[in-house]
C-alpha cells in the first residue's frame, strides 16, 4: 500500500471516532445506549441488519470456497438467503418483546432471573467467537493488501495481522463505547454503503484485465471479459449446485445449514437490537430486517462472481495454490490502484466494525441487565448501568481479539457459531409457542446441550485408549475419482505452478545430494537418491488448451467420530509414512470419469485427532453405513441431533415438570400479541387493556383453549412472506445468469 491508501484509511478511521463522540451527547439512560432509544426507521433499521449480518468475514469464505469449489461455493454464504423469509416474521416479536437484551425474554417467558444470567454468559462467548472469526477475516487479506508479511520487532517478526487485528478493536471501541447503539447504527450506514462498493468495485477491474490478459484490448470491451472467463474456467465450475460427492456444499447439506440457522438465528444476541427491538415501530423493524439481509445475498452474488473472476486470472498464483482465504486479498493488491486499495481495506474493516459494534453494544446491555442489575446492584442509577455497559463492551472486543489471534481459522470458527446457537435455541422456540414449556425443561435442555455438544466432546479424548480404539477411528471410504476432460487455460496456469514447485524442489534435492556426496554420507546419499528417482517418475507433464488432462480428485478418509484426522501408527505409535490402501470397488461414472473406492487396511492402527462427535453414534446403533456417506454426508448427519434432540428434550420434560405461573403466562403472552404503538404512552395504554384480559386472545387462536399459542397470520404476514420468498427465488436466478453471461 502507498501513502494515498494510508489516507485513505486515516480518514475513515476518524470519521467514525467523531460519530461516536458526536452520539455520545445525546446518550441520556441505558434506552439511549443499548436500544438508540427505540427511535430508528427504515433505512437505519436496514443498513443495521445489512451491517450486523455481513461481516469481514463474508467476502473472504466466499473467495475460498468459489476458488476451490466454483459457483457452488457461494452457498459458504448463501445457505443464509432461505432464511431470511422468516424474518418478516420473527422482526415483530422482537418488538413485540419491548425488551433491552434477550436474557430480558428469558427471565419474563421463564420466570427466572438465573436463565437470564446464564443466556448473558451465552451471549458473551457467542459473541467472542463470532467476532473473532471477522477479526481472523481481517488478518487473511492484511498482508496481501498491505504487502507486509511481518513487521520486525527486535529480533522477532510478528505477522502484520497480528498488529492490524488489536488496532482495529482500538478504533471500534474508541466510536462503539463512547456512542453506544445510536453510533453503531450512524457508523452501519455509511460502513453498509462501504460493503456495497467492496461488493462490486473488483468487477470492473477484474473483467478489464481478462481482456488485457487474454483477449485483444483492441477490439474487445469490457463485457467481452465475461466470455473470457467462460473461456478460462472448465464449465462444471459453474454449477450452481455442486456433486453430492465432490462439493463441499451439495444441497442437502446446504438445506441442513439452513435449518440448523432458521432454528439458531432467533437466539443469536443481537437479534434483540438490529432483528427489530430498537425500531420505531413494527413496520419499521419488518422492512429494516428482511431489506437488510436482501442487501447481503445481492451482495453475495458480487463476492461470487470476484472469485471466478480471481481464480480466471490467479488459478497459478503460488500463495493462493497454498491458501485460498487469500483470494480477496491477492485479488485486490494485483487490480486496484493506489487509493483505491485502501479505499477496499476500509471497506473491509467496515464490514468488521459494522457487526462488531452491534456485538459489543448488545453484549454489554447483556451483562448490565442480566447480571449487574439482577444480581450486584439492583439500584443501580441509569448512569451506573451505561458506565458498567462501557466496561463490559470493552471486555467482548478483548475477547474477539484474542480468540482471533489464537485460532485464526475462519471456516472453522464460522461453523462453530453454527452450533452455539443450539444452546438456547430449543427454550426460545417451544416457549414462543407452547404454554406448557417450563423453566425445569429448558434447565435440563441448556444442560443436555451443554454436555453432548460441547462437554463431552471434548473430555472423550482424554480417556485413554478412545484416540486408537479401531470401533472409533474407522473413516468413511476414499473416493479417488479419475476424469478426463479438455484442458481449461485455468487449468494449464495451474499445471504450469505444480511444474514450477516440482522443478524448485527437484533442484533442493539435487543440491542436497551433491552436499551428501561431497561427505560421502552413504545414509544420506541412498535416501536423497531414491527421493529424486521418485521426484524424476512423479513430475507432472507439460499441458496445453485443449489437451485431454486427467484429473484425479480425493475425497474421504475423514473420520466419522472425530473432528480431526487420522494417521496410521505402528505399535510403538510412531507414524506410519506410506499405506497401501484397500481397493473395494471400481465403477465407471460416466464416459469421462471412473471411481475407485478405497478404505484402510483393516489391521492398520488409526490415531485420531480433535473433538469426539459423540451424537453421530446414534447413527451407528441405526445401522447407519456411515462408511459409505462423503464428507459433506456426514457432516450434514452431524447437524440432524443438534436440531432434533433439543425440542424432543424440552418437549418431554416439560410434560413432567412445573408449569410456570398462569399470571405470568397471561401477561407474556398477552403483550406478544399486542401491536407496537410508536407513541410510548398510548402503547403502556394498549398494554395494560390487553393484560386486564387476556382471554380476549383465544379468538385468534387455531387452537382456541389449548395450550399451543399458534395464531391465524394476518395478510400482511402472508404476502410479505410470499414476496420474500419470490425474491429469494429471484436471487439465486440473478446468481444463475450472472454466472451464465458469455457463456
Keep these: ?230 473461456e478460462q474456467l472448465p464449465k462444471e465450475h459453474f454449477d450452481l449446485v455442486g456433486s453430492s460427492s465432490m462439493s463441499e456444499f451439495p444441497w442437502y447439506r446446504v438445506v441442513a445449514i439452513v435449518l440448523i440457522n432458521l432454528m439458531g438465528i432467533v437466539v443469536q444476541p443481537h437479534f434483540i437490537a438490529t432483528g427489530g427491538g430498537s425500531a420505531k415501530s413494527e413496520w419499521d423493524a419488518r422492512v429494516g430486517l428482511v431489506v437488510g439481509n436482501f442487501l447481503k445475498r445481492f451482495c453475495t452474488v458480487g463476492w461470487m462472481l470476484t472469485a471466478l473472476i480471481a481464480l480466471a486470472l490467479f488459478a497459478g498464483h503460488p500463495e493462493l495454490a497454498g491458501d485460498p482465504d487469500k483470494t480477496w486479498g491477492i485479488a485486490s493488491r494485483e487490480l486496484l490502484s493506489p487509493g483505491l486499495t485502501g479505499l477496499m481495506v476500509a471497506c473491509l474493516l467496515a464490514a468488521l466494525m459494522s457487526s462488531i459494534d452491534a456485538y459489543m453494544i448488545v453484549g454489554s446491555g447483556l451483562v448490565v441487565r442480566n447480571l449487574y442489575a439482577a444480581y450486584v446492584n439492583e439500584d443501580a442509577t441509569e448512569q451506573e448501568c451505561v458506565r458498567v455497559g462501557r466496561l463490559t463492551g470493552s471486555v467482548i472486543v478483548a475477547g474477539a481479539v484474542l480468540i482471533s489471534l489464537l485460532m485464526m481459522d475462519v471456516f472453522e470458527q464460522l461453523q462453530l457459531t453454527w452450533v452455539l446457537a443450539v444452546l438456547f435455541a430449543a427454550p426460545f422456540w417451544v416457549g414462543m409457542y407452547w404454554r406448557r414449556a417450563t423453566t425445569s425443561a429448558a434447565w435440563i435442555t441448556l444442560a443436555y446441550c451443554a454436555i453432548v455438544f460441547f462437554i463431552a466432546p471434548n473430555l472423550l479424548p482424554l480417556v485413554p485408549g478412545v484416540r486408537t480404539a479401531a470401533s472409533y477411528t474407522v473413516t468413511n471410504d476414499i473416493l479417488e475419482t479419475t476424469t478426463t476432460r479438455p484442458a481449461a487455460p485455468s487449468d494449464v496456469a495451474r499445471r504450469n505452478l505444480d511444474i514450477e514447485l516440482w522443478r524448485d524442489q527437484h533442484q533442493q534435492v539435487k543440491q542436497q545430494l551433491a552436499i551428501a556426496k561431497g561427505e ?56 506410519i509414512e ?46 447407519v453405513d456411515l462408511r459409505s456417506k462423503s464428507n459433506a454426508a456426514i457432516d450434514t448427519l452431524s447437524l440432524l441431533p443438534k436440531m432434533a434432540a433439543p425440542l424432543l428434550v424440552m418437549i418431554l420434560f416439560s410434560l413432567f415438570t412445573r408449569r410456570n405461573t398462569k399470571t405470568g403466562l397471561d401477561r407474556y403472552y398477552a403483550k406478544m400479541n399486542t401491536p407496537v404503538d410508536p407513541d410510548h404512552e398510548r402503547d403502556q395504554k394498549n398494554l395494560a387493556a390487553a393484560m386486564k384480559d387476556p382471554s380476549a386472545i383465544e379468538r385468534h387462536k387455531i387452537i382456541p383453549g389449548s395450550d399451543l399459542e399458534f395464531y391465524w397470520p394476518s395478510r400482511l404476514d402472508l404476502v410479505g412472506f410470499i414476496i420474500c420468498v419470490a425474491v429469494c427465488c429471484g436471487i439465486i436466478a440473478i446468481a444463475g445468469w450472472v454466472a451464465g453471461i458469455g457463456g
Design 578 to 623: 506410506d499405506i497401501q490402501l484397500t481397493l473395494v470397488k471400481e465403477q465407471r461414472l460416466d464416459e469421462n470419469s471412473t471411481q475407485k473406492i478405497m478404505r484402510y487396511p483393516e489391521d492398520i492402527r488409526l490415531l485420531a485427532s480433535g473433538n469426539f462427535k459423540l451424537d453421530l453414534l446414534l447413527f451407528q446403533w441405526l445401522g
Design 520 to 575: 560421502n554420507d552413504a545414509a544420506k546419499i541412498a535416501r536423497l537418491e531414491q527421493q529424486e528417482e521418485l521426484l524424476e517418475s512423479e513430475g507432472p507433464q507439460e499441458l496445453a488448451v485443449g489437451d485431454q488432462m486427467t484429473e484425479v480428485t480425493r475425497t474421504g478418509g475423514q473420520p466419522i467420530f472425530w473432528s480431526g484426522r487420522v494417521s496410521p501408527i505402528d505399535e510403538n505409535g510412531d507414524p
Design 1 to 230: 500500500m502507498t501513502w494515498p491508501d494510508y489516507a485513505v484509511l486515516l480518514g475513515y478511521f476518524v470519521v467514525m471516532i467523531v460519530i461516536g463522540i458526536i452520539s455520545a451527547r445525546s446518550i441520556k439512560g441505558q434506552e439511549d445506549y443499548f436500544m438508540g432509544g427505540r427511535g430508528f426507521g427504515k433505512i437505519l433499521q436496514t443498513f443495521a441488519a445489512f451491517g450486523a449480518g455481513t461481516g469481514s468475514s463474508d467476502p473472504v469464505n466466499t473467495g475460498r470456497t468459489t476458488f476451490t469449489s466454483g459457483l457452488s461455493g457461494m452457498w459458504s454464504v448463501m445457505y443464509w438467503l432461505f432464511v431470511t423469509p422468516f424474518y418478516w416474521i420473527t422482526s415483530v416479536w422482537y418488538r413485540r418483546m419491548r425488551h433491552l437484551t434477550l436474557g430480558d425474554w428469558f427471565v419474563e417467558r421463564y420466570e427466572s432471573k438465573a436463565l437470564g444470567a446464564a443466556y448473558c454468559v451465552f451471549g458473551l462467548l457467542f459473541f467472542m467467537v463470532y467476532g473473532s472469526m471477522l477479526f481472523s477475516a481481517i488478518g487473511k487479506v492484511a498482508a496481501p493488501l498491505a504487502n507486509i508479511n511481518a513487521i520486525a520487532v527486535g529480533e522477532t517478526e510478528i505477522p502484520i495481522e497480528y498488529i492490524l487485528v488489536p488496532i482495529i478493536g482500538v478504533v471500534v471501541l474508541a466510536y462503539g463505547v463512547l456512542g453506544g447503539l445510536r453510533a453503531a447504527y450512524y457508523t452501519d450506514l455509511i460502513q453498509g454503503i462501504c460493503i456495497i462498493l467492496l461488493s462490486i468495485m473488483l468487477i470492473p477491474f477484474g473483467l478489464h484485465a481478462l481482456v488485457e490478459q487474454f483477449g485483444d484490448p483492441s477490439q474487445d470491451n469490457l463485457l467481452a471479459g465475461f466470455r473470457i472467463l467462460h
